[in-house]
């Protein structure tokens, strides 16, 4: 029997705590599917396309893992690939609280169980919207995202 995963989010852009995340379930599962989310109404550094280059550019090293995008319930994701484990990485208890609401709503909708990864120390902190605002005042970034992300950061904002 083998055992796929997804790791879903926004990825906007993709962090070293993602990538933590994601090579941590590749060494526990058989395939890992990195999902994207692509949501028109919220507003985006990256397209889903631009996201999704960057997770297959910097998750290369990891032959089980790819990269696709979905629009909707992630559940409905899951069911179309038969997939039945969500994994996802826990920063600190203010993750929890909604992380466990939609665990528990997954769980319900679809019979996906939704495993958790505790977040490698060094990264606890770490955020894309965090990185973002770092990036936007010029400041340093190195050890939060991969350098071709960091470059992509850079010339976008200036
Ligand atoms: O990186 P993010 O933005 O924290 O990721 C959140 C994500 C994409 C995993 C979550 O918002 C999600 O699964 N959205 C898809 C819609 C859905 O299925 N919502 C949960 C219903 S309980």
Redesign the pocket.
């Known amino acids: 029997m083998t055992v796929s995963a997804v790791c ?4 906007d852009p993709i962090t070293l705590g993602h990538i933590d995340i994601i090579e941590r379930a590749a060494s526990r599962f058989d395939s890992v599917t990195v999902a994207v ?1 692509s949501n028109p109404s919220k507003q985006a550094l990256f397209t889903v396309e631009e996201r999704m280059e960057l997770i297959a550019e910097t998750c290369a090293h990891l032959d089980n893992v790819t990269v696709d995008q979905f629009t ?4 409905n994701f899951c069911h179309d690939r038969d997939i039945r484990v969500i994994c996802k990485g826990l920063r600190a208890v203010s993750d929890f609280e909604y992380e466990l609401q ?1 665990a528990q ?2 769980q319900r909708m679809g019979d996906v169980e939704t495993m958790f990864l505790t977040t490698s120390p060094e990264y606890g902190y770490l955020s894309s919207s965090l990185v973002k605002e770092v990036a936007r005042f010029g400041g340093p970034l190195t050890g939060t995202v991969p350098e071709r992300v960091e470059r992509e950061l850079r010339e976008r904002y200036g």
């Open positions: 879903p989010g926004s990825f989310l909707g319930l992630l559940v939609m709503m997954n």
